[in-house]
């Protein structure tokens, strides 16, 4: 009987699946977060991540129960990945540059992030929920820099997050202004870094002033 008749899922032969399995997750893990970079969750099609990881469909429903979960399981790669790539102790500005890296990369971009948002209706779910509570960890943790000098403490720093997280995938949400205002395509390696340099000094101007040598106490 028919996968279609039954509307159960079938598990892929032994045939179907590959010898590598975790070489296989990672390809359509891989396949899944440019197809979502691309046409975000919505538009996005199991059939055509398949396509891209060049995998049987039903390896996707097998590893992952369809399109949501590997949603999620990218979801989970990130953090992973921003744990251990950005450390608290980072410096800010390194910090920042770094993240301009990310957020041109193809798997780990920022057209994710911006997908979320356009797609955001205002209730949060669990994994919402979640996300809300890392943030406010992130504006605690920009809190701590101000307090060591850091940054400067005239700053909100919950609007400081949002201006540097803004900032950080500039690249990735606007192409078309970055090729109007810099002449070159936003993933080009030089333009990255430039401006990769760019935001660094600009966070790096955002110190505690220290007072002038010579100033008078006020």
């Keep these: 009987m028919s996968t279609e008749k039954t509307g159960r899922r079938r598990a892929p032969a032994p045939h179907e699946r590959q010898r590598d399995p975790e070489r296989t997750r990672a390809r359509i893990l891989e396949a899944a977060a440019e197809e979502f970079s691309a046409k975000g969750f919505a538009g996005a099609r199991v059939s055509a991540i398949a396509a891209r990881a060049g995998v049987n469909q039903q390896l996707i429903a097998y590893y992952f129960d369809g399109k949501e979960g590997l949603y999620r ?9 921003e744990a251990r790539t950005f450390p608290d102790d980072m410096d800010f500005a390194e910090m920042m ?14 057209r994710l992030l911006a ?3 356009l797609a955001d209706t205002g209730d949060d779910d669990e994994a919402g929920r979640e996300r809300n509570a890392r943030l406010q960890q ?3 943790a920009m809190r701590a820099r101000q307090r060591a000098g850091e940054l400067d403490e005239r700053f909100d720093p919950a609007a400081l997050l949002l201006i540097a997280m803004s900032a950080g995938n500039a690249l990735a949400v606007y192409p078309q202004l970055v090729r109007g205002i810099f002449g070159g395509h936003a993933d080009t390696a030089q333009l990255v870094e430039h401006y990769a340099d ?3 000094l600009v966070i790096a101007h955002l110190a505690t002033p220290k007072p ?3 100033a008078e106490a006020g």
């Design 73 to 81: 399981e990218i979801g989970r790669r990130w953090r992973e990945y």
């Design 97 to 110: 540059r770094q993240y301009v890296r990310a957020s041109v990369d193809g798997v780990r971009g920022g």
């Design 115 to 117: 997908w979320e948002g």
């Design 138 to 140: 992130e504006v605690e």
């Design 198 to 200: 760019q935001l660094a």
């Design 212 to 214: 002038r040598e010579g």
